[in-house]
């Protein structure tokens, strides 16, 4: 890396900072403060890219001097969106849904250069087909997983690999919420190497 480039996270995610912490990269992470809704018409994946930009817009208006790293996922399954349940019931009925189906889960990056205003955008989508799950099962992981914070209650890093029969994706990190390959790529062209020097 030619200069030291102050690098965010545009989220307060456990998760997502676990996963950039893989990298080995020095970063901060602050709170995007964006409202984390679809608007009328707009796909799921459109709203994943809309929201990753839009987060790192916010944090590169108080860093103009740094890289901001934003990210957001929307689950679907058919026409149903899946959201963070928040409560236990919600995550009950979303798993009944999903159960024996195929769920999308839409999974942007986006990478935003505050100096220059130059913005990268990758879109990584995964498929989860879930095996049929019984109420007992469903009660089961809930109580044990608690995965209130979770798109679509799934915790697949975890318990939630029961859940399901097969995960097809081009990177296992987008659908735990940052995908790593394409993020270390647009990191690259931003100029931070990730290894090497």
């Not at 679509?152 to 995908?179: F, H």
């Amino acid at each position: 890396m030619p200069e030291s480039r102050l690098l965010i996270l545009a989220s307060t995610s456990r998760y997502r900072q676990e996963l950039l912490s893989r990298l080995g990269l020095a970063f901060r992470s602050e709170d995007p403060a964006v409202e984390e809704s679809s608007s009328a018409g707009e796909s799921p994946a459109d709203t994943a890219i809309r929201l990753s930009q839009a987060k790192a817009r916010a944090v590169a208006a108080r860093f103009p001097d740094a890289m901001v790293i934003g990210s957001d996922q929307v689950a679907s399954c058919g026409e149903l969106r899946m959201g963070k349940p928040g409560t236990h019931e919600r995550a009950v009925a979303q798993l009944a849904a999903m159960s024996g189906r195929a769920v999308r889960f839409d999974t942007a990056v986006a990478v935003l250069d505050a100096r220059s205003g130059e913005m990268q955008a990758r879109l990584v989508p995964t498929i989860v087909t879930f095996r049929p799950l019984s109420a007992d099962e469903i009660e089961s992981y809930l109580r044990r997983e608690r995965p209130y914070d979770c798109a679509g209650s799934a915790k697949i890093e975890r318990m939630g690999i029961a859940l399901v029969e097969r995960v097809q994706s081009e990177d296992p990190t987008a659908l735990i919420g940052l995908p790593l390959i394409a993020l270390t790529q647009m990191l690259e062209r931003g100029g931070i190497r990730v290894v090497g020097a």
